[in-house]
């Protein structure tokens, strides 16, 4: 039984020495030569990544372009409706069956052209019963005036009354107004059988006809034979803005205002016109006035029916420094721009705005011609900020004519009532708009 007990002893002896002696056991372990480096090597890494932070610090890549002046047209741009000029729907003056047809659709024709024929010969028999009814009443006139010489002579020798003189009198002036009668018959009966030739009362192009040879017509028919419309020129029909008003009358008083017919990008012009009409009228209930310009249209890019763009120049605004729209920022000292220095650096010029689109602007004061402007990169620019500039490719590659376009608005408002857009916060706690918050490309790097 001692033994027993002298077991159990030693085992838990042994059991107490073991749980003590396991903490160094594992430290031994986990602090081995290799790992001790390991851990080194990481703390380096660390102080070398937070270095690399740190150097990550550097200029500013921003794009950049270049202001430029020159004349700059002022436009209000809408969409317009082409509209022949002249349009006529050919119909018949008569009835009858139609003979024949004297044109292929899609032909131009020239006014005093037969365009189509209907069958004559009713109209040229009753001429012709017209015609002989003149006759016969011609030959009574005849007999009725050697009845007056004879009576005439009969009265002086009192062989006759005076009454049947007097008679004979009346009875020649009812031949000579029967006679009167038949040649206006004839001359109706005559313009009856010439509307069985049918023709065009002005030049044009003629249309897609509605009705074929052999078919019996009416004057009475409403669908006509064909439509022919001058399209050479051709007019098109636009509204503008009730607000442009007074600067187009305005600038009409001058002289004829140009007119631009536009392809379907709204950037080729198709054709050049001026502008007939301003409507008497403004439409109240969508607060535009209608507009109808002519074009001459020689290469037939414009069509009855067809949308098209439109631009209406109402002023020139003369030698105008322009700058891209991406340029401009606000504050809250008004509009600026930020410049790129000679030294890579950032400088912010206050400027004055005058009228704009959505792609150029006219800079009235505080910038000159040829400065170079920053367009983007604006979220980590500040005031005299390092900078690394690249060409804005996208700017300079932009149409250099200068022109802004006015697309169904009223004139341009001032600073003070224009909306505030987004504003990006610089370091610096500058709010600026630019292109990088607003959807628009941002500057490499970024």
């Known amino acids: 039984m001692k033994r027993v007990w002298r077991l159990v002893a030693w085992i838990a002896g042994l059991a107490v020495v073991a749980a003590l002696a396991l903490p160094f056991l594992t430290t031994g372990l986990t602090n081995r030569p290799g790992q001790q480096a390991g851990q080194q090597a990481g703390k380096g890494g660390g102080r070398e990544g937070g270095k690399g932070k740190r150097g990550a610090d550097g200029p500013t890549p921003v794009l950049v372009t270049k202001s430029f002046r020159a004349d700059v047209p002022v436009y209000v741009e809408g969409v317009g409706t082409g509209q022949a000029l002249i349009s006529v729907l050919i119909r018949s003056q008569v009835d009858g069956i139609l003979n024949t047809l004297n044109f292929t659709e899609g032909q131009s024709v020239k006014a005093g052209d037969v365009i189509a024929r209907i069958d004559p010969r009713l109209y040229q028999a009753t001429l012709d019963q017209d015609v002989a009814k003149k006759k016969l009443d011609e030959a009574t006139l005849a007999n009725a005036h050697r009845d007056l010489d004879r009576y005439k002579q009969l009265s002086a020798t009192k062989a006759v009354t005076q009454q049947q003189y007097d008679t004979q009198i009346a009875t020649v002036a009812q031949s000579e107004a029967q006679v009167a009668i038949d040649q206006a018959t ?66 009409g008083l001058l002289n004829q205002l140009d007119v631009q017919a536009l392809d379907g990008t709204g950037k080729q012009v198709v054709d050049h016109g001026k502008l007939i009409v301003v409507n008497n009228t403004i439409d109240q209930t969508t607060g535009t006035v209608k507009l109808k310009a002519d ?11 067809i949308f098209t763009n439109v631009r209406l120049q109402v002023e020139t605004l003369k ?8 340029a401009l920022q606000r504050g809250p000292n008004g509009s600026f721009v930020f410049l790129a220095g000679a030294d890579n650096k950032a400088k912010m010029r206050p400027i004055t705005l005058g009228q704009q689109d959505d792609t150029q602007a006219v800079v009235t004061a505080g910038l000159d011609s040829g400065e170079t ?28 004519t200068p022109g802004l376009h006015q697309p169904g608005v009223s004139p341009v408002p001032t600073e003070s009532e224009m909306p505030a857009r987004p504003p990006e916060r610089a370091q610096d706690g500058t709010r600026h708009h630019g292109r990088d918050g607003g959807g628009h490309r941002a500057s490499a790097g970024e």
Do not use: C, M
Request: no cysteine.
């Open 295 to 305: 074009f001459p249209n020689p290469q037939l890019q414009l069509w009855p029916g």
């Open 186 to 251: 004839i001359d109706s009966a005559r313009t009856t059988l010439s509307y069985t030739d049918i023709t065009s009362p002005i030049a044009g192009r003629t249309g897609i006809r509605n009705v074929d040879v052999g078919n019996l017509i009416h004057a009475t028919d409403t669908t006509g034979i064909v439509t022919v419309s001058q399209i050479q020129p051709i007019s098109v029909i636009f509204n503008v803005p009730q607000q442009e008003l007074p600067r187009i009358n305005k600038a």
């Open 373 to 400: 402007v920053i367009t983007s990169g604006f979220q980590k620019l500040t005031d005299g900020g390092a900078i690394q500039p690249s060409p804005d490719k996208a700017a300079e590659a932009a149409d250099k």
């Open 319 to 326: 030698d105008a420094v322009i700058v891209p729209v991406a």
